[in-house]
């Protein structure tokens, strides 16, 4: 007997039927869909040439892996995550790099997303030998929170110079948003960022302000472009530190999955496989040449809203989002976004990941009188935003140039600062980060 959806939780899709499982796996792409594609468009915003078809691909890919480290029981998409965009920002703009061709660029960036995502390996095998509450103690949130908010901040400047390339559409993008993320309903308030970037585009055809030419040339059907990883410090040290916040994230997801579905997914599988899960997708996806992944928020949402919790459905998202990367016109059709409507959406996109990182400390009551806590956060934001002004730090090591982005320089002085300051009480709960079902997007 067919059960109908919305009434009671469904474990088991394929009581529904192949036909309604297929269309909750095409629901479900078109969740992560907006936030996954949007981080290479920004990417090649900063002159790197991220292909959006091998992002498409490594999210499908990443999230199947993930399912196997997670004995195929957690119901998660992995898609790009918004957290290395300064990452990539910063690596774009080294003195060292300068005068380098952008693919040898973007090669040394993703040598640093796959460092960042073995990072997550360690963490896992410290979950493991060590329990959480011990790990956790050097990662509160008064360290991740400012991380999270100075991720946003730092990439304010790149909204800002796509917008203002033509003011009027990016405003229409961030009217779209708005609207249905406050005033939508069911799966309209879900993908908020696809509808304004879909409902802006049509405004700016209408408008003459989209170029075709690429689109008409590109095959319908052709592979991915890859991108091998090369490894240098200097990109190591701006994309590894930021897989703190990145893991930090990953566990407050799975907390809200295990919250919505009514399965304890830190106890089984266990928070030690969903973190290798996660971590080997990012780097498998970092070494080919993709963006670094993360469990999406979105797709949690939709869990919420169609109450079928069973995996397979996700798998078949990631399916969809394999095929999908197959297409070279795709591709075409999504680089012909005009520069404003990636400001507009940017624009509130940017400002939600620091928003984020505000709730992350209000959430977990951070109590700010105490002097330890003002002193991390202070020496983490004059850090992070100061030295990311000035281009970083720059020295020599063994003859070789190494830079420090501010980000990186946040997240040494935060993770020393909490751990040699006394005071330190925090304790660790399932609730780290908190539901982020109704975000605009993982970042």
């Not at 790990?135 to 991380?147: A, D, E, K, Q, S």
């Not at 399965?263 to 089984?268: P, V």
């Not at 798998?315 to 990367?325: D, F, H, T, V």
């Not at 993770?415 to 304790?427: K, M």
């Given at each position: 007997?067919?059960?109908?959806?919305?009434?009671?939780?469904?474990?088991?899709?394929?009581?529904?039927?192949?036909p309604?499982?297929?269309?909750l796996?095409l629901q479900?792409?078109?969740?992560?869909?907006?936030a996954?594609?949007?981080?290479?468009?920004?990417?090649?915003g900063?002159?790197?040439?991220l292909?959006?078809?091998?992002?498409?691909?490594?999210?499908?890919?990443?999230?199947?892996?993930?399912?196997?480290?997670?004995?195929?029981?957690?119901?998660?998409?992995?898609?790009?995550?918004?957290?290395?965009?300064?990452g990539?920002?910063?690596?774009?703009?080294?003195?060292?790099?300068?005068?380098?061709?952008?693919?040898?660029?973007?090669?040394?960036a993703?040598?640093?997303?796959?460092?960042?995502g073995?990072?997550?390996?360690?963490?896992a095998?410290?979950?493991?030998?060590?329990?959480a509450k011990?790990?956790?103690?050097?990662?509160?949130?008064?360290?991740?929170?400012?991380?999270i908010?100075?991720?946003?901040?730092?990439l304010s400047?790149s909204?800002?110079?796509n917008?203002?390339?033509?003011?009027?559409?990016a405003?229409?993008a961030m009217?779209i948003?708005?609207?249905?993320n406050?005033?939508?309903?069911?799966?309209?308030?879900?993908?908020p960022?696809?509808?304004?970037?879909?409902?802006?585009?049509i405004?700016?055809?209408?408008?003459?302000?989209?170029?075709?030419?690429?689109?008409?040339?590109?095959s319908?059907v052709?592979?991915?472009?890859f991108?091998?990883?090369?490894?240098?410090?200097?990109a190591?040290?701006?994309?590894?530190?930021?897989?703190?916040?990145?893991?930090m994230?990953?566990?407050?997801?799975?907390?809200?999955?295990?919250s919505?579905?009514?399965?304890?997914?830190?106890?089984?599988p266990?928070?030690?496989?969903?973190?290798?899960g996660?971590?080997?997708?990012t780097?498998?996806?970092g070494?080919?040449?993709?963006p670094a992944?993360?469990?999406?928020?979105?797709n949690?949402?939709?869990?919420?809203?169609?109450?079928?919790?069973?995996?397979r459905?996700v798998?078949?998202?990631?399916?969809?989002?394999?095929?999908?990367?197959f297409s070279?016109?795709?591709?075409?059709?999504?680089?012909?976004?005009?520069?404003?409507?990636?400001?507009?959406?940017?624009?509130?996109?940017?400002?939600?990941?620091?928003?984020?990182g505000?709730?992350?400390?209000?959430?977990n009551q951070?109590?700010?009188?105490?002097?330890?806590?003002?002193?991390?956060?202070?020496?983490?934001?004059?850090?992070?935003?100061?030295?990311?002004?000035?281009g970083?730090?720059t020295?020599t090591?063994?003859?070789?140039?190494?830079?420090?982005?501010?980000?990186?320089?946040?997240?040494?002085?935060g993770?020393?600062?909490?751990?040699?300051?006394?005071?330190?009480?925090?304790?660790f709960?399932?609730?780290?980060?908190?539901?982020?079902?109704?975000?605009?997007?993982?970042y």
């Open positions: 007997m067919k059960k109908e959806l919305g009434h009671e939780a469904i474990y088991d899709a394929r009581q529904l039927g192949t309604r499982m297929l269309v796996g479900h792409m078109f969740a992560m869909f907006g996954t594609v949007l981080v290479p468009i920004l990417v090649q900063y002159g790197l040439p292909s959006i078809q091998t992002t498409l691909l490594f999210a499908g890919l990443g999230t199947l892996l993930f399912h196997v480290c997670t004995k195929f029981k957690v119901p998660a998409f992995l898609g790009s995550s918004f957290a290395y965009l300064g990539f920002s910063t690596v774009a703009t080294l003195p060292a790099y300068e005068g380098m061709d952008p693919q040898d660029k973007l090669a040394y993703l040598g640093g997303i796959v460092i960042a073995l990072l997550y390996l360690i963490l095998l410290l979950f493991k030998l060590l329990g011990k790990v956790m103690r050097y990662f509160p949130p008064i360290v991740t929170g400012p991380m908010i100075m991720i946003g901040l730092n400047s909204a800002i110079n917008a203002s390339t033509c003011w009027w559409l405003l229409v009217a948003i708005v609207v249905a406050i005033w939508g309903k069911g799966m309209v308030k879900i993908i960022i696809l509808l304004g970037v879909v409902g802006s585009y405004v700016a055809v209408i408008a003459g302000q989209v170029d075709f030419s690429g689109v008409s040339e590109a319908i052709g592979l991915q472009q991108v091998i990883a090369k490894f240098d410090v200097s190591i040290l701006v994309m590894a530190p930021i897989a703190i916040a990145a893991m994230e990953h566990i407050g997801d799975i907390s809200a999955i295990s919505t579905t009514g399965k304890n997914f830190i106890e089984d266990g928070l030690h496989r969903t973190l290798v996660d971590g080997l997708a780097a498998f996806a070494m080919f040449g993709g992944n993360t469990t999406y928020g979105e949690t949402g939709v869990l919420a809203l169609s109450k079928v919790y069973d995996p459905v798998r078949l998202a990631a399916l969809y989002a394999i095929i999908l990367s070279p016109k795709f591709d075409a059709l999504v680089n012909s976004i005009p520069a404003a409507i990636v400001g507009g959406v940017s624009f509130i996109l940017y400002g939600m990941i620091s928003a984020v505000v709730r992350n400390i209000v959430e951070v109590d700010l009188t105490k002097s330890r806590n003002l002193i991390i956060a202070a020496v983490m934001f004059v850090s992070g935003l100061g030295f990311s002004s000035v970083g730090i020295f090591v063994g003859g070789a140039a190494v830079t420090l982005s501010g980000l990186a320089i946040a997240a040494l002085c993770v020393i600062l909490n751990a040699i300051l006394p005071g330190n009480d925090y304790e709960g399932v609730s780290v980060v908190g539901d982020k079902s109704a975000d605009l997007g993982s």
